[in-house]
């Protein structure tokens, strides 16, 4: 498996745009959260998305792009492939 972590930008979102894109991309188990060693979760900032999978990072990519640009025109989106991750400052999520 390959992690990558996503971020999705539109330059006017609306103020159900990202509402809308989290439970789209929920839906392929692209999550705006993310999971510690320890087991506990965080939220990702606006926008950000972590996704485990086989697909290449171009697959990912173009699959993320179609699906936000039906949300809204117009989306700007970049995937990153990570080996190590490390964040600090996060708010943990209730029931990770």
Request: charged residues 20%.
């Amino acid at each position: 498996m390959v992690n990558y972590i996503i971020r999705v930008f539109y330059p006017e979102a609306n103020s159900d745009t990202f509402d809308r894109l989290n439970v789209e991309l929920a839906k392929y188990n692209i999550a705006g959260a993310i999971k510690a060693d320890d087991g506990k979760g965080y939220y990702l900032p606006l926008g950000e998305y972590c996704y485990a999978g086989n697909e290449t990072i171009n697959e990912v990519r173009d699959a993320v792009f179609r699906l936000a640009s039906v949300i809204q025109p117009e989306p700007q989106v970049l995937v990153v492939e990570v080996t190590t991750l490390a964040w600090a400052g996060f708010q943990p999520l209730e029931n990770a």
